[in-house]
């Protein structure tokens, strides 16, 4: 559904910690997740997926882990960087026209 | 030699005026989608073409109306505008069987006054 009235979740680590940001999902037959990251005055840019026949993926410092049971999913960075900081989103394929549903956004920010 | 371009970045207008923004990609790709982002950063789909045909109109004020003129290029029409259109407007584009690979542009920022 929409925002409206919500806050935007924000998620503030000190440089070279490690990152997790959540996505709950609500339609147990998705069967594919997107996570994107969206930096100040650019458009989302695709960082790493998964379908719900793994629980895990892992990329260059992310990992992706997918709970089907709870409808979860968790982006991890490792060893946050400054260069990190922006809003990341997960998405899903919705049911027409390969249009993509996109969760809330939680907004990183790293100290230095 | 940017991928999905998007033009103006910035747009600030008034109430009841007529806008266009701009997209092309140059991916080769055969669908392109207009994505509405508020203030609070929610991405919602507005409309998808695929090869120039509309696929996707996901209850957008007729007020707003997306062209294709070709499979690289999807414009869209804001006619009277209202505060309520103020938001980000980003364009994207995929190719079908791709894995919802998107690529976004930049995003126009339309200011409504």
């Known amino acids: 559904g929409e925002s409206v009235g919500l806050h935007l979740p924000t998620l503030s680590v000190q440089e070279g910690d490690n990152s997790i940001i959540n996505c709950a999902y609500s339609n147990s037959a998705s069967d594919y997740f997107i996570w994107y990251k969206q930096e100040s005055g650019k458009g989302p840019q695709f960082i790493i997926d998964?379908?719900?026949?793994?629980d895990k993926r892992q990329g260059q410092r992310v990992t992706v882990l997918l709970n089907k049971t709870v409808k979860h999913l968790s982006l991890q960075i490792a060893a946050t960087q400054p260069g990190d900081s922006a809003v990341y989103f997960c998405?899903?394929?919705?049911?027409?026209?390969?249009?993509?549903?996109f969760g809330q956004g939680t907004e990183l920010s790293v100290k230095p | 030699d940017t991928a999905v371009s998007q033009t103006p970045k910035y747009l600030v207008t008034q109430m009841g005026n007529d806008k266009s923004i701009k997209c092309e990609q140059n991916l080769g790709h055969d669908t392109m989608y207009w994505y509405k982002q508020d203030s609070k950063k929610f991405l919602k789909i507005m409309f998808s073409?695929?090869?120039?045909?509309?696929?996707i109109n996901e209850t957008v004020p007729n007020r707003f109306s997306p062209k294709s003129p070709d499979k690289a290029h999807l414009n869209l029409h804001i006619n009277s505008l209202e505060l309520g259109d103020s938001a980000v407007y980003f364009c994207?584009?995929?190719?079908?069987?791709?894995?919802?690979?998107?690529?976004f542009g930049s995003g126009t920022r339309l200011t409504v006054v």
């Open positions: 994207a584009s995929s190719q079908a069987g791709s894995n919802y690979g998107y690529t």
């Open positions: 998405a899903e394929p919705g049911p027409v026209g390969g249009k993509l549903i």
């Open positions: 073409y695929n090869n120039k045909e509309l696929i």
């Open positions: 998964i379908r719900s026949n793994m």
